[in-house]
């Protein structure tokens, strides 16, 4: 068994306990995460490949076009000053606090920082803050 299949199954267990609004904020932090050292690697793609397809969706939107509604938004994120990066993602972990979904965002986090086997010293410092929420 590979380390996909691994974060696979833990993360799916996860989702299938989630409201519509948290798999939301989960999906944006997931994304959030494999693009903010501006490389998306295989494994990671893999990640949010097998995070989206877990996932309990019940919108009108597709969580295909929603997800890449995140990547555009994340795409702008990154072009902002690390205070304002920093300040959306306290911003977006806020959301998954008051939805109840703090441990399911740190388990992503983590593991999306680690699906390509190594973290990125952008990614160390946002995965902190993550780490930092209870």
Known sequence: ?????VFKNKVGSLLKESD?????SLIELATFFYKIDN??????QRYVDELMGSIEWSSTISIESFQRSCVSKINQIIRCSE???L???SNLMKELS????????Q?????ISDSDGEIADDEVKYLDLVMSFE
């Open 107 to 111: 388990v992503i986090a983590k593991e």
């Open 98 to 105: 008051q939805c109840g979904a703090v441990d399911k965002a």
């Open 87 to 89: 300040s959306y993602l």
């Open 20 to 24: 519509q609004e948290a798999n939301e």
């Open 1 to 5: 068994m590979n380390i996909l299949d």
């Open 83 to 85: 205070e304002e990066t």
């Open 39 to 44: 490389r998306v690697s295989l494994e990671e």
